[in-house]
DNA sequence: TTAATTATTGCAACCAAGTTGCATTATTGG
DNA sequence: CCAATAATGCAACTTGGTTGCAATAATTAA
């Protein structure tokens, strides 16, 4: 294992879960920790591939692993090609905004108690583990883009 | 086209957007019609191989049409498995319960304008054009299930 | 009602994403 | 360092969805 690779933090948390210390599981962690959008798969590929040789097979295995020791969370996608982001304390579940057209995902602010609690209980029989709320529309950039194009058809 | 799949509802429909009457269609649109919960692509499916001969392909292509022409609406599904429902005036956009061991998917009460206004300014640049609220958990059957698989463990 | 025009469907081939089994290689704990 | 255990890489496979194009059906207007 290259020792730059042994970022001291992103060590403590697969040593925190209990899991062993591959350079593959390092260098997909550190990713996700220095970035501050969550990651699809496939820009996760492609930022990995100037850092280290890795299987796709490999990428999923871990990703899939992190999610079940709750180290990452999977943001749902409506195309199916899911975000991934960091899951720590500072960093609680919170709601999404995805731009329809250049698919940025961006993070917002998370629910207090009394917000959630609404959808905490939508029926006394249902346990809930998850809420996903995932608002869609276009991003600033974008907006102002279109705004721009139909002001010079305009003229 | 065999006359007794005209039912004069799902004619109608098809006759306010502007669309062409095809009897894949209207099967189409019947199950979506008949049905109370959201489904998705494998029941539909399955739930037309009794009724007509049809494509995967034309499936795929009539649902993305209903999508466009806002005849249904496609609810986001984790592991992609997309949900559709019909999105009439008296069905308005509502947050859904998706079971993690059944994967039955169930409709929850709207919001309310109160309720939504939170989330439908998350940022005045940003332009909002749908917000997905997905809960996830254990519906109450699966609930219960574990519930007594637990009792009977313990004697 | 008919025939021309236009739109839809079916088919086959293709593509991308993700999964599985198994041999090879690396990590861990003593 | 060595044995035991776990993770990775590879190849093959599965699943879900898409595309181009020819065959077929629906529409429209004569
Ligand atoms: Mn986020
Ligand atoms: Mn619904
Ligand atoms: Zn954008
Ligand atoms: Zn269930």
Redesign the pocket.
């Known amino acids: 294992?290259p020792p730059d690779v042994k970022d001291k933090a992103t060590l403590h948390i697969l040593q925190k879960s209990g899991?062993?210390?591959?350079?593959?599981?390092l260098a997909v962690l550190n990713i996700l920790m220095n970035t501050v959008v969550p990651v699809n798969?496939?820009s996760i590929r492609q930022a990995l591939e100037s850092k280290i040789?890795?299987?796709?097979?490999?990428i999923?295995?871990?990703l899939?692993l992190f999610k079940q020791h709750m180290i990452i969370r999977e943001i749902t996608s409506p195309g199916?090609n899911?975000y991934f982001e960091l899951a720590t304390m500072k960093n609680p579940v919170h709601p999404h905004f995805l731009c329809r057209k250049c698919a940025a995902l961006s993070c917002l602010e998370p629910l207090t108690f009394s917000q959630a609690n609404h959808w905490l209980t939508p029926d006394k029989d249902y346990s809930i583990e998850n809420i996903e709320i995932n608002i869609s529309g276009l991003c600033a950039s974008c907006r102002n883009a279109t705004k721009l194009q139909k002001r010079s058809v305009k003229q």
Do not use: A, F
């Not at 899991?19 to 599981?25: A, D, E, F, G, Y």
């Not at 040789?53 to 490999?58: F, L, M």
């Open positions: 294992m899991l062993s210390k591959t350079p593959q599981r798969i496939k040789s890795i299987n796709r097979v490999t999923y295995r871990i899939s199916g899911n």
